[in-house]
């Protein structure tokens, strides 16, 4: 295949300033007419062919201002249609008359049917499966919509923009025109055809304009899109208080399907959405659905402005919009919930995510500079770095500075599709900081790390803290230039309080940050009086590793004193890391486990301290999971000894707060009737952790029973299940709740996507026949990407003992899954297969047998371009 590569950047030839298209649907036989206006760019040669992107679009004729084009005129090019002998100078009118069939589209990208419902998924390149054209982010154009369809299976026609003529068509069909004022890329272009029910709402916006706001979902579920509703109008209003954003058309419109490739799109006005993502209720959402929700509802509307206002030049471009777009939903959801608590859960999940890609082979920048196939970029990296870089910026400027470097990027470049370059340039420009070594965080792959050591003096009372940075080598990149890292920090004295030291040398301090510019840089802080402990990188305010020998005591102490509960949950964490890698050690050399009774009595410490909320309780609760031990350690992964070391440091922190976490959770009662609000959430996470070392102590699944038994929503009804199906699968109520479940929610597909999941991420292996049986039962499709994801997904990046099986039979499966749903979605099949990135770190045995599956899979004789790409990079 071809590789695309940033440095081939060129202008198109041709500028499309409008797009009129018309759409006759049909299941089998849709006819697509699309009639762009165009002007040759000045300066292009009046020979230059117009070439336009095409994939699986039958061609039936085109014309040039109303003349068909002569045949030799036209070619097609297998990817696309070449047009030459356009007029030099004039503008045209070009108009190409098309068919697709939208029932066939399996891929769900481009115009597909689910569940009968019309809809579209146009980013990065499915506009090119619905018409020919230049499908490409910086063909800027306003669109006009017209579609026709029959009365009775779609009443509903929704395009871009506002609807500006309805009528009938004679013989059951009707129509519906669209125009949106906004020029566009194609790859907002949206449309929805169908029958469906909406809750109805609206929105005055800060400067008066009134905004019709509809959530359409399948008919009988509207009232579980209110949360949505809700999470959207407190979206609109923070945009504008935080950003000074007001939305722009007179109706904002989401759509709620059942089959969609990733979580949702942010078309202009016209949303759609991953139902998982809209629908919940008490009865079928979790806590954590809930958060979800109002996460993505949130980054699809703001994406409004960081998206579609301003778009991205080409595709190498993404993290423009998208590490933006995250930045601003991550800061939404802090300002609606808990600060430190949002936070910990995205260090979390960035750790559990990024940073392995960024130690694998998939490893690539957060602006790649090349790549075969664009929808393996929708990626970790591209996405939660590229939202870490954006808050980087943000520590380096301070809020106000911050803000008018975004007051600036909006100012200057709406309307445009612009490049990371532009976006520095507005915060520069804005404030007068320097960027230019910083900038290496878009261009450098890999997780950079800094190691420390510290002295301290007390003659001198000087304390000494020595920083050597490196980022290690990732495909494409050997040598790396050295960084800029903002490092915020502390230094806290015994008695808790902070040093504020006379002098600082050695390197550049602003408040509380540390500018690490050198590859080896030691630094003086005079006149501490006492010992300090260094608190490092507060609030994860890098995306770095630290390879720092904290003692015990002073992470201890750090957990215990630190000022920002985010470090105090650091310094617990990393502390937990360390007794946990050493228990792992341990149990590999078939030795008994002992926990430092220290970590025990700090979490302990922790969770009853009650001036914390329950939510942050719960995380310091949950100790690092398998795969984060198994990062953390490295190589030769052996991960049944992580998980019997990890699960036996859980049952003697268990036993040795049973009394004190008994008592707790006693108090954590949610009395009333269920509210998805943080603080009732946090009390709920918290109760449930307590619970699963209460019943690791007892040794008894009683209480998840009972637990199970009492339940009156579905976050406390599926933390038992889970609890159950994990820790006691064999006992009779493990079975008896899965049967219970299954039997109360079996026409809920979303809800049986739970049932899916904590089935496949039951530890052992065992599981992979009960995920073969669960795949031969009523509830699974390969067709469709959320069971796949729930049960197969799950699996692989869920299970580390079960998919990473010493006998290779979980690779084996994963294999002849990607290949069988290959060929239907390659999109859902690539992303299946990322799972393996990590195979080289594996002990040697499990080595061998992930390559062998890998090594098929690369063997086969039809891959598509998304599966081949993964496989290359995997391998190589
Ligand atoms: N911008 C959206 C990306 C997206 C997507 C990409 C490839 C294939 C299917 C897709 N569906 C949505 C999602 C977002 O970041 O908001
Ligand atoms: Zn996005």
């Given at each position: 295949g071809t590789t695309f590569q940033l440095s081939d950047y060129r202008e198109s030839d041709f500028i499309v300033d409008a797009v009129d298209l018309t759409f006759r649907l049909d299941p089998e036989r849709t006819e697509v007419v699309s009639t762009l206006t165009v002007r040759r760019r000045p300066g292009v040669s009046p020979d230059a062919p117009f070439v336009l992107d095409g994939d699986e679009v039958e061609l039936k004729s085109v014309s040039v201002d109303g003349q068909t084009m002569a045949e030799e005129d036209v070619a097609e090019t297998g990817n696309g249609l070449r047009l030459s002998n356009l007029p030099g100078q004039a503008a045209f009118s070009l108009t190409i008359t098309s068919e697709i069939a939208p029932e066939r589209n399996t891929q769900l990208m481009g115009l597909y049917r689910s569940s009968g419902v019309y809809t579209t998924q146009c980013e990065a390149e499915g506009f090119r499966r619905i018409t020919f054209f230049p499908d490409r982010p910086d063909v800027l154009a306003v669109y006009t919509t017209r579609i026709e369809a029959d009365r009775e299976s779609a009443p509903l026609l929704l395009a871009n923009g506002n609807c500006i003529e309805t009528g009938d068509l004679g013989e059951g069909r009707h129509y519906a025109v669209w125009h949106d004022p906004h020029p566009k890329p194609s790859y907002l272009f949206a449309l929805v055809a169908g029958d469906l029910g909406v809750l109805e709402d609206d929105f005055t916006t800060a400067s008066g304009r009134e905004v019709a706001l509809k959530i359409y979902v399948e008919h009988g579920k509207e009232a579980r899109a209110a949360y949505a509703m809700d999470s959207l109008k407190r979206s609109m209003r923070w945009d504008e208080e935080r950003f000074g954003r007001e939305y722009d058309l007179d109706i904002f419109m989401i759509v709620a399907v059942s089959d969609f490739n990733m979580g949702a799109m942010e078309n202009k006005g016209l949303n759609v959405f991953n139902d998982k993502y809209v629908l919940a209720d008490p009865e079928i959402a979790t806590d954590a659905d809930y958060a979800n929700i109002e996460a993505i509802i949130a980054h699809e509307y703001f994406h409004n402005w960081t998206g579609n206002r301003i778009t991205c030049r080409d595709w190498f471009q993404l993290c423009l919009k998208e590490g933006l777009t995250v930045y601003r939903d991550h800061e939404f959801s802090a300002d609606q919930r808990s600060r430190p608590v949002k936070r910990i859960a995205e260090v979390r999940l960035l750790k559990a995510h990024q940073f392995p890609e960024d130690a694998g082979p998939l490893a690539h920048p957060v602006r790649p500079d090349r790549y075969r196939e664009i929808s393996n970029f929708y990626t970790a990296t591209v996405y939660e770095k590229g939202s870490e870089v954006v808050r980087m910026i943000a520590t380096l400027l301070g809020e106000d500075g911050f803000r008018k470097g975004m007051d600036l990027y909006f100012d200057r470049h709406d309307g445009e599709a612009a490049t990371i370059e532009d976006f520095l340039a507005c915060f520069e420009d804005a404030t007068g900081f320097d960027l230019g070594q910083f900038r290496l965080w878009?261009?450098?792959?890999?997780?950079?790390?800094?190691?420390?050591?510290?002295?301290?003096?007390?003659?001198?009372?000087?304390?000494?803290?020595?920083?050597?940075?490196?980022?290690?080598?990732?495909?494409?990149?050997?040598?790396?230039?050295?960084?800029?890292?903002?490092?915020?920090?502390?230094?806290?004295?015994?008695?808790?309080?902070?040093?504020?030291?006379?002098?600082?040398?050695?390197?550049?301090?602003?408040?509380?940050?540390?500018?690490?510019?050198?590859?080896?840089?030691?630094?003086?802080?005079?006149?501490?009086?006492?010992?300090?402990?260094?608190?490092?990188?507060?609030?994860?305010?890098?995306?770095?590793?630290?390879?720092?020998?904290?003692?015990?005591?002073?992470?201890?102490?750090?957990?215990?004193?630190?000022?920002?509960?985010?470090?105090?949950?650091?310094?617990?964490?990393?502390?937990?890391?360390?007794?946990?890698?050493?228990?792992?050690?341990?149990?590999?050399?078939?030795?008994?486990?002992?926990?430092?009774?220290?970590?025990?009595?700090?979490?302990?410490?922790?969770?009853?301290?009650?001036?914390?909320?329950?939510?942050?309780?719960?995380?310091?609760?949950?100790?690092?999971?398998?795969?984060?031990?198994?990062?953390?350690?490295?190589?030769?992964?052996?991960?049944?000894?992580?998980?019997?070391?990890?699960?036996?440091?859980?049952?003697?922190?268990?036993?040795?707060?049973?009394?004190?976490?008994?008592?707790?959770?006693?108090?954590?009662?949610?009395?009333?009737?269920?509210?998805?609000?943080?603080?009732?959430?946090?009390?709920?996470?918290?109760?449930?952790?307590?619970?699963?070392?209460?019943?690791?102590?007892?040794?008894?699944?009683?209480?998840?029973?009972?637990?199970?038994?009492?339940?009156?929503?579905?976050?406390?009804?599926?933390?038992?299940?889970?609890?159950?199906?994990?820790?006691?699968?064999?006992?009779?109520?493990?079975n008896a709740a899965l049967a219970t479940f299954e039997e109360r929610f079996h026409d809920t597909p979303l809800v049986i996507d739970k049932w899916l999941s904590a089935q496949a991420t039951a530890p052992g292996a065992a599981t992979l026949e009960r995920v073969r049986m669960l795949m031969e039962g009523e509830h699974f499709s390969r067709s469709n990407p959320n069971r796949v994801r729930a049960l197969i997904g799950a699996f692989a990046a869920g299970n580390p003992t079960g998919f990473n099986r010493a006998d290779g039979a979980g690779f084996a499966f994963l294999a002849d899954e990607v290949l069988a749903i290959d060929g239907r979605n390659p999109q859902v099949a690539a992303r299946l297969l990322t799972t393996m990135r990590s195979w080289r770190s594996l002990e040697e045995g499990r080595r061998r047998h992930a390559r062998a599956a890998l090594e098929r899979i690369a063997a086969a004789d039809k891959l598509s371009s998304d599966v081949r790409d993964i496989v290359d990079r995997t391998l190589a």
């Amino acid at each position: 295949g071809t590789t695309f590569q940033l440095s081939d950047y060129r202008e198109s030839d041709f500028i499309v300033d409008a797009v009129d298209l018309t759409f006759r649907l049909d299941p089998e036989r849709t006819e697509v007419v699309s009639t762009l206006t165009v002007r040759r760019r000045p300066g292009v040669s009046p020979d230059a062919p117009f070439v336009l992107d095409g994939d699986e679009v039958e061609l039936k004729s085109v014309s040039v201002d109303g003349q068909t084009m002569a045949e030799e005129d036209v070619a097609e090019t297998g990817n696309g249609l070449r047009l030459s002998n356009l007029p030099g100078q004039a503008a045209f009118s070009l108009t190409i008359t098309s068919e697709i069939a939208p029932e066939r589209n399996t891929q769900l990208m481009g115009l597909y049917r689910s569940s009968g419902v019309y809809t579209t998924q146009c980013e990065a390149e499915g506009f090119r499966r619905i018409t020919f054209f230049p499908d490409r982010p910086d063909v800027l154009a306003v669109y006009t919509t017209r579609i026709e369809a029959d009365r009775e299976s779609a009443p509903l026609l929704l395009a871009n923009g506002n609807c500006i003529e309805t009528g009938d068509l004679g013989e059951g069909r009707h129509y519906a025109v669209w125009h949106d004022p906004h020029p566009k890329p194609s790859y907002l272009f949206a449309l929805v055809a169908g029958d469906l029910g909406v809750l109805e709402d609206d929105f005055t916006t800060a400067s008066g304009r009134e905004v019709a706001l509809k959530i359409y979902v399948e008919h009988g579920k509207e009232a579980r899109a209110a949360y949505a509703m809700d999470s959207l109008k407190r979206s609109m209003r923070w945009d504008e208080e935080r950003f000074g954003r007001e939305y722009d058309l007179d109706i904002f419109m989401i759509v709620a399907v059942s089959d969609f490739n990733m979580g949702a799109m942010e078309n202009k006005g016209l949303n759609v959405f991953n139902d998982k993502y809209v629908l919940a209720d008490p009865e079928i959402a979790t806590d954590a659905d809930y958060a979800n929700i109002e996460a993505i509802i949130a980054h699809e509307y703001f994406h409004n402005w960081t998206g579609n206002r301003i778009t991205c030049r080409d595709w190498f471009q993404l993290c423009l919009k998208e590490g933006l777009t995250v930045y601003r939903d991550h800061e939404f959801s802090a300002d609606q919930r808990s600060r430190p608590v949002k936070r910990i859960a995205e260090v979390r999940l960035l750790k559990a995510h990024q940073f392995p890609e960024d130690a694998g082979p998939l490893a690539h920048p957060v602006r790649p500079d090349r790549y075969r196939e664009i929808s393996n970029f929708y990626t970790a990296t591209v996405y939660e770095k590229g939202s870490e870089v954006v808050r980087m910026i943000a520590t380096l400027l301070g809020e106000d500075g911050f803000r008018k470097g975004m007051d600036l990027y909006f100012d200057r470049h709406d309307g445009e599709a612009a490049t990371i370059e532009d976006f520095l340039a507005c915060f520069e420009d804005a404030t007068g900081f320097d960027l230019g070594q910083f900038r290496l965080w878009y261009d450098q792959a890999g997780t950079p790390v800094v190691s420390v050591s510290t002295v301290w003096d007390p003659g001198s009372r000087r304390f000494t803290a020595s920083f050597e940075q490196s980022v290690p080598a990732t495909p494409g990149q050997a040598k790396k230039d050295v960084m800029h890292i903002p490092l915020r920090f502390g230094l806290v004295l015994p008695d808790g309080s902070e040093a504020e030291p006379t002098s600082v040398t050695g390197a550049r301090v602003t408040d509380d940050v540390l500018h690490l510019t050198q590859r080896s840089q030691t630094v003086q802080f005079d006149g501490v009086s006492a010992r300090p402990v260094l608190s490092l990188n507060r609030g994860f305010c890098a995306p770095i590793n630290v390879h720092f020998e904290q003692a015990p005591a002073d992470l201890a102490h750090l957990a215990r004193h630190e000022s920002d509960p985010f470090a105090r949950w650091q310094a617990l964490n990393a502390y937990a890391m360390r007794v946990l890698v050493e228990a792992v050690a341990k149990e590999r050399a078939g030795g008994t486990v002992d926990v430092d009774p220290a970590l025990a009595e700090t979490m302990i410490a922790t969770a009853e301290d009650e001036t914390l909320e329950p939510a942050f309780r719960a995380q310091a609760l949950a100790l690092p999971g398998e795969n984060d031990i198994a990062r953390e350690i490295g190589n030769d992964i052996d991960p049944d000894a992580i998980f019997a070391a990890r699960r036996a440091v859980q049952t003697v922190i268990g036993k040795t707060g049973a009394e004190i976490f008994a008592r707790l959770a006693d108090t954590m009662e949610t009395p009333g009737a269920y509210s998805p609000d943080a603080a009732s959430a946090g009390k709920r996470a918290f109760r449930h952790a307590l619970m699963t070392y209460l019943s690791l102590a007892d040794a008894s699944p009683a209480r998840a029973n009972e637990a199970f038994a009492a339940a009156d929503n579905m976050t406390d009804l599926s933390q038992p299940l889970l609890l159950l199906a994990h820790f006691f699968p064999e006992s009779e109520g493990a079975n008896a709740a899965l049967a219970t479940f299954e039997e109360r929610f079996h026409d809920t597909p979303l809800v049986i996507d739970k049932w899916l999941s904590a089935q496949a991420t039951a530890p052992g292996a065992a599981t992979l026949e009960r995920v073969r049986m669960l795949m031969e039962g009523e509830h699974f499709s390969r067709s469709n990407p959320n069971r796949v994801r729930a049960l197969i997904g799950a699996f692989a990046a869920g299970n580390p003992t079960g998919f990473n099986r010493a006998d290779g039979a979980g690779f084996a499966f994963l294999a002849d899954e990607v290949l069988a749903i290959d060929g239907r979605n390659p999109q859902v099949a690539a992303r299946l297969l990322t799972t393996m990135r990590s195979w080289r770190s594996l002990e040697e045995g499990r080595r061998r047998h992930a390559r062998a599956a890998l090594e098929r899979i690369a063997a086969a004789d039809k891959l598509s371009s998304d599966v081949r790409d993964i496989v290359d990079r995997t391998l190589a």
